[in-house]
């Protein structure tokens, strides 16, 4: 078996679903990097995951990311925020 060692500090993880087209199908979003979440759309096979190429979202390490419907579309919206700080920032589903 072969291991591998790495010094560092590991971001959390963003793994999130929900409908963010409305097709009916969950949706993933996951961490592509420390400062960036990936969109990841659920195929019509229902059998892979595919990407989308301009659903990357710039989020910082220390953010929360919450899948919620905003505006009452029936699709999934993106809220992000910090603990403890006002404000956020909405990412609306189209």
Do not use: W
Request: proline share 2%.
């Amino acid at each position: 078996m072969r291991t591998t060692a790495f010094t560092g500090q590991l971001a959390p993880p963003i793994d999130l679903s929900g409908d963010f087209n409305g097709d009916g199908r969950r949706d993933l979003l996951v961490r592509r990097s420390e400062t960036q979440i990936e969109l990841r759309l659920m195929s019509s096979s229902k059998r892979a995951f595919s990407k989308i190429a301009d659903a990357v979202f710039e989020v910082d390490e220390n953010q929360s990311v919450r899948a919620v419907d905003l505006n009452g579309d029936g699709k999934s919206d993106l809220l992000c925020f910090v603990k403890g700080h006002a404000g956020l920032r909405a990412y609306l589903a189209q």
